[in-house]
């Protein structure tokens, strides 16, 4: 697991453990803080609690099946709509969920990378629908690590910890150094 101490004996990660594992993330100047409002913190623990059982964002990728990870992309992407319609429009976590749901767009939509300087074993043509390829992997590492970022950011900003499993793909604490 981690050497740094942030993963409790439950196997989860501390919403304030996230801090120093968070780039790129502005905080407010002269010491003014915000507190979440509770429905809305209420709103972020179910969508993260739902993503804790999407296995498309952390089982091995040697276990993911096309047909599968695609209908389970697709779920995520209703789940994070359902979620930005119950937050109120000046929710801190629109920006976050909105930037999820347009890597889930981008998963499915844009091509996956095509490899063309590798020869067809690797790049493309030997692999069958359900296999997936080194392209749909590509693209399936590219939608973890955006949600790790902002699962991260959403866990840290609600203080909200994340269990085991959803933790793995969040930024490493050797990352943030």
């Known amino acids: 697991m981690s050497k740094s101490g ?7 990660i501390a919403a304030k453990s996230l801090a120093h594992r968070l780039t ?45 990870v695609t209908a389970s992309v697709l779920h995520v992407r209703e789940l994070l709509t359902e979620t930005l319609q119950a937050l109120p429009e000046t929710a ?19 091509p996956h990378p095509d490899f063309r300087n590798l020869p067809p074993l690797y790049g493309r043509g030997r692999f069958g629908d359900e296999e997936g390829s080194p392209p749909f992997f590509v693209a399936l590492g590219e939608l973890r690590a955006t949600f790790g970022t902002h699962v991260a950011a959403l866990a840290y900003q609600y203080g909200i910890d994340v269990e085991g499993e959803l933790a793995s793909i969040l930024p490493s604490a050797d990352d943030a150094s």
């Open 24 to 68: 790129g993330f502005s905080l407010p100047f002269f010491g003014v803080q915000w507190t979440p409002p509770a429905d809305e913190r209420e709103i972020i623990r179910r969508l993260l609690t739902a993503l804790e059982d999407r296995r498309v964002l952390f089982v091995p990728y040697h276990l993911e099946v096309v047909s599968q």
């Open 92 to 110: 801190r976590a629109a920006g976050s969920i909105r930037a999820m749901r347009a890597a889930c767009r981008r998963f499915l939509e844009e």
């Open 6 to 12: 942030d993963i409790t004996k439950k196997g989860k």
